[in-house]
């Protein structure tokens, strides 16, 4: 396993991963504003907001879905239930760690606390191995638990992107060992390519969002 926090991040957050990270939230954030447009009839009033932010929080959580999201770097998507109330997050995942996707508010580097959180953060202790007994054979074994990391964004009322982190969190959840600014490296080596590439899935994805939009056409 590995020694530090930045030493997971260089061997299991390639470019690529990030890459794709950043369109996803990019292309939830479009589609959101298309959904709004699309919806007019109802966002239009003073009492809209108190479900745009929870709608646009699931039109970013959509784009990391199985039937959405492109595995990358040996990342699998799943949707995973997170506590007693039925909760359920994306989920990416590997062999050797766990990242969630949650917002932040601004000037924060660490989304809000909760339960499943502090749990999958209790194995970022990297001055011991995490172990879990597994009894479920005749032959009990030991299995290395997988680190925990974040993908944390905020977005400013004007609907930009002002920020989109990987955070490796402290086992506390009151601060972080290790922090990646996604937002820039990426804008900073992306492409024109990349770009026209990926107007073509939001096409796609915008689609489907409008076919299932919330005032049917007459």
Sequence with gaps: MYDNAKELI????????????????SNGVEIFKSLKIYNIEIFDNELSSNIL?????????RQFSPDI?????????????????????????????????????????????????????QNNNFKQQQLK??????????????????????ISRNLDIESINLVIPAIDME??????????????????QNDKQNEKTLVTLKNEFKRSQIINEK
Excluded: W
């Excluded at 932010?53 to 959580?61: E, N």
């Excluded at 007994?133 to 905020?154: F, H, M, Q, R, W």
């Excluded at 060992?177 to 804008?187: M, P, R």
């Design 133 to 154: 007994l597994d009894l479920s054979e005749k032959a009990s074994k030991t299995t290395v638990e997988p680190y925990y990391g974040i993908i944390t964004y905020n």
């Design 53 to 61: 932010s929870r709608i646009m929080t699931f039109c970013i959580d």
């Design 10 to 25: 260089q061997g299991e957050v390639d470019y690529e991963l990030k890459r794709q990270i950043y369109y996803s939230i």
């Design 69 to 121: 999201y492109i595995n990358k770097n040996g990342f699998e998507s799943n949707i995973k239930k997170v506590n007693v109330f039925n909760y359920k997050v994306a989920e990416l995942r590997n062999k050797n760690m766990v990242i969630h996707i949650a917002k932040t508010n601004r000037g924060k580097s660490l989304p809000t606390k909760s339960g499943y959180k502090l749990r999958y953060a």
């Design 175 to 192: 601060t972080y060992i290790e922090k990646i600014d996604i937002k820039s490296e990426v804008e900073r080596l992306k492409t024109i």
